[in-house]
């Protein structure tokens, strides 16, 4: 049984980083949130040490080391992003693995650091990419790699997960805390194309404001267009029709790519892999944190050359502006 203390106890993503160290038969013996509201806990480890204050949580772990001769193995992180970069180098500092929500880091520049430090304490940094441990993204990966090698795929990805107006005065709504829509909500799938079709090429984005962002990404194997937004007007009719907030399609080839269902236990196969010695590292990470970070810092060029057909949808107001 491994030891794991957590921060970022209260956020969206924890419940399941929670049910990934129970269903791994593991102890978490210690939580940090600045905000309080974290009754799931019960669910999983009523009796885990919760903190608002990270010096406290800090001074805990100390204490559990001295008094108690507890090794803390992992730390996992489901902070915002903007701060896994603090919350990484203290768990490695701690003498523990780090288990990390994606994005890893907003900058490339950032990885090269955490390298370092990983070298500098003998610790490991893991990222979770779920989407790599998906049958259906498996399974692509495999027919991709048993296809024709110069072979590239036409590809559409399109993203709406619509939020409401709390999103904007969240952290999320903050470019230099989030990195802005793409980074936000679309990392993972920029890690799944990186790691199915191999090495960028070409980056192009043709729309980028504050509920949407559409490009187009060239890969060693596939020209993609894609599509990302938090818009509930942009949803398809028939997911509104049936009360949906969320609507994913791939096509390869003009082919949907099923992958629809299957996403509640990945963070459980990730932390088994991980557990395994399998995880997945600062390295792993460096294409699609290149992709966020080029998407965010580059003018949208307007709808020129390939862009993906929701793209000509009519823009809409910030509902702050």
Same mark, same amino acid.
């Given at each position: 049984m491994k030891n794991f203390a957590l921060i970022g106890a209260a956020g969206y993503i924890a419940p399941r980083h929670l049910k990934a160290i129970k269903e791994t038969d593991n102890n978490l013996v210690a939580a940090l949130d600045n905000f309080d509201s974290v009754g799931i806990m019960d669910s999983y480890f009523p009796n885990t040490d919760f903190f608002v204050e990270f010096e406290r949580f800090d001074r805990?772990?100390?204490?559990?080391?001295?008094?108690?001769?507890?090794?803390?193995?992992? %730390?996992?992180?489901?902070?915002p992003n903007y701060l896994h970069d603090a919350h990484i180098r203290m768990a490695l500092r701690r003498g523990a693995d780090a288990?990390?929500?994606?994005?890893?880091?907003?900058?490339?520049?950032?990885?090269?650091?955490?390298?370092?430090?990983?070298?500098?304490?003998?610790?490991?940094i893991n990222n979770i990419l779920q989407l790599r441990v998906h049958p259906s993204i498996i399974a692509l990966k495999e027919k991709i790699k048993n296809g024709p090698k110069d072979k590239k795929y036409e590809v559409d990805l399109t993203y709406l997960t619509s939020r409401g107006h709390w999103y904007y005065t969240s952290w999320k709504g903050d470019v230099s805390k989030s990195g802005g829509i793409a980074t936000n909500i679309g990392v993972h799938f920029y890690d799944m194309l990186s790691?199915?079709?191999?090495? %960028?090429?070409?980056?192009v984005v043709h729309v980028h404001t504050h509920d949407r962002a559409a490009g187009y990404l060239?890969?060693?194997?596939?020209? %993609?267009?894609?599509?990302l937004s938090i818009n509930f007007d942009l949803l398809p009719a028939e997911a509104k029709a049936k009360g949906k907030s969320t609507y994913r399609s791939i096509t390869v080839e003009g082919e949907e790519l099923e992958f629809s269902e299957g996403f509640t236990d990945l963070h459980t196969i990730s932390y088994q892999e991980i557990l395994k010695g399998n995880g997945y590292g600062v390295e792993d990470a460096r294409q699609s944190i290149e992709i966020v970070h080029n998407i965010r810092n580059q003018q949208a060029v307007g709808l020129n050359g390939?862009?993906?057909?929701?793209?000509?949808?009519?823009?809409?107001?910030?509902?702050?502006?």
């Open positions: 805990h772990l100390e204490k559990l080391k001295y008094d108690k001769g507890l090794t803390l193995d992992y %730390v996992s992180i489901c902070t288990i990390c929500e994606k994005p890893l880091v907003l900058n490339p520049w950032n990885i090269d650091a955490l390298a370092h430090i990983e070298e500098e304490t003998g610790r490991k790691w199915i079709f191999g090495k %960028v090429q070409q980056n060239e890969f060693e194997n596939a020209r %993609v267009r894609w599509f390939d862009y993906h057909p929701l793209a000509k949808e009519k823009l809409s107001s910030h509902p702050f502006h």
